[in-house]
């Protein structure tokens, strides 16, 4: 059974990222709100995974500022879901292609 939320130290070890960027990218990004608790706890859903996604694709591929996220994110939200799944796709016919690879090499 896959979960429905996750806690912040779930996150940031799925992304390995620290969890003061999550908190920080909260405070940056409004389309970030992961629930919270009484106590506070934040607890983020597969769509808020799915935007922590895209800011790290964002930051890290097409190497944009956090303004320029900004402006990718509520300007051509839809441009960065498609290159991000393009780019999730060629990596895995990298490591598809690497791993044929490895294969042939293992049977000479």
């Known amino acids: 059974m896959e979960k429905i939320y996750y806690s912040i130290s779930e996150v940031a070890a799925m992304f390995s ?5 999550l908190r920080f990218w909260e405070k940056e990004f409004k389309q970030l709100k992961p629930r919270r608790n009484e106590k506070g706890t934040r607890f983020y859903s597969k769509d808020d995974i799915q935007l922590i996604k895209q800011i790290i694709f964002l930051i890290n ?12 994110l509520s300007d051509k ?3 960065v879901v498609k290159q991000q799944e393009i780019k999730e796709r060629l990596t895995a016919i990298r490591d598809e292609i690497k791993e044929m690879i490895a294969l042939i090499d293992n049977n000479k």
């Open 77 to 79: 939200k839809d441009v």
């Open 17 to 21: 990222i620290n969890q003061s960027n």
């Open 61 to 72: 591929d097409q190497k944009l500022t956090l303004d320029g996220v900004k402006k990718k």
